[in-house]
Structure formats: C-alpha cells, structure tokens
C-alpha cells in the first residue's frame, strides 16, 4: 500500500522527527547567528522548505537557497555579487586547491564574480567575508548572460574509484554544494599528498 505522501512509513517515525529536528535547529541557527547580518528581509527570503541535509565524515552539511524577487541572471550576478545561499556544516570543509579549511559554523553564501567571467563563494558570518573559494560553473545548466537562472540547489558526492589516481584514503571523496548554476567541492578529510621528488 502507497504511503501518503508527507508521512513516514512503517518504523521510520524516529528518523523522520530526526530529521525534522536537524531542519529546525539550522533554521534556528540561521536566525541567530545570521539574522542581524540578513535582516528580516533577508530571512524572509531564505528557503528553508526546499534545504538539503547531508551527512559526511562523521558530520553534517545543510544548505538552503536565498530567493530573490527579480529574475537572477549572470549579468545581474556580476553587477551586485548577490547573497545566494546559507550553509552550516559541522566539521571544517577542505577547500583541495588551497588545502585550507571553512571552519565549521553557519554562513550566508555569496556569489562573487571574478575576471574572466569566473566566480567565487564567499562565506560570510559578518560583514566582512572569513573564506573563499573559487566555484565552478555547472556546464549543463549554464545559459546566456540575460537569461533567468532558475532558482536551484544540490549536492554531489563522489567517491573517486581509481586507486592510481587520489589523494585520499579509501572510502572518503568530495562534496560539491552547488547553489544556482556554480558549485565548490569540498574533501571532508585531509588529503595525503606524497610530493614526488623535485629531479
């Protein structure tokens, strides 16, 4: 018999109300730490009926996206570096260019352009960004630079399986969290580069 939609099956009452629960406290956080920074109109925007929680490396990624009342463009993007999303995350995040770390906390996530046409993710818990990464456009949904970009969140785990090529220990990999049509991966431990000899 179908289960109603909305309603947990038979046995899965606890996991449900845990997940409810992980749901209300990152907006409860959210409105805390990031609501003076946000305001209420800001919050307001939040969309926290459509967040992702995600659990990785023995801790948790939850993000939502930040709805806006104009159509968001590229164009638009490189002209106000919009606020564009909110991410908590319970354990640092390791960014694998500059091997340095989002510590864990709760940020507003914004959408900064760069020269040629590249962006960045700022994370913000004030004013002032605390860290950055460069964010990679997601080919398959990029569209002209006046064209509407739907309002749109994921992720992505990926577990490399070739053992020639990786720098990470069996069974770890990345977490690409994308907001709009851009995503930062993230490794959940560090990596174990052995540097080759230099001659």
């Not at 939040?46 to 929680?53: G, L, N, Q, R």
């Not at 960045?120 to 860290?131: I, N, R």
């Not at 990470?168 to 052995?194: D, R, T």
Request: hydrophobic share 45%; net charge positive.
């Amino acid at each position: 018999m179908p289960v109603a939609k909305g309603r947990s099956g038979p046995g899965t009452a606890a996991l449900a109300a845990a997940q409810s629960g992980t749901m209300r406290e990152f907006e409860r956080l959210t409105r805390e730490r990031l609501g003076p920074l946000l305001g209420p109109k800001g919050l307001r925007r939040v969309d926290f009926s459509t967040a992702i929680s995600t659990v990785v490396g023995g801790g948790l990624i939850v993000h939502a996206g930040i709805r806006h009342k104009k159509p968001m463009t590229v164009e638009r993007v490189r002209k106000e570096a919009p606020a564009v999303g909110i991410l908590a995350n319970t354990i640092p995040l390791i960014d694998p260019v500059s091997r340095t770390a989002l510590p864990a906390g709760v940020w507003v996530v914004r959408l900064r352009p760069l020269r040629g046409g590249a962006m960045a993710f700022d994370f913000h818990a004030g004013k002032e960004p605390a860290f950055g990464v460069r964010a990679e456009a997601i080919a398959a949904r990029q569209s002209g630079d006046q064209a509407a970009i739907t309002h749109f969140i994921d992720i992505e785990l990926d577990f490399p399986s070739d053992a020639t090529d990786r720098l990470l220990p069996p069974g770890e990999g990345y977490a690409c969290v994308s907001f709009l049509v851009w995503k930062s991966c993230w490794f959940w431990s560090w990596p174990e580069i052995h540097w080759p000899d230099w001659f």
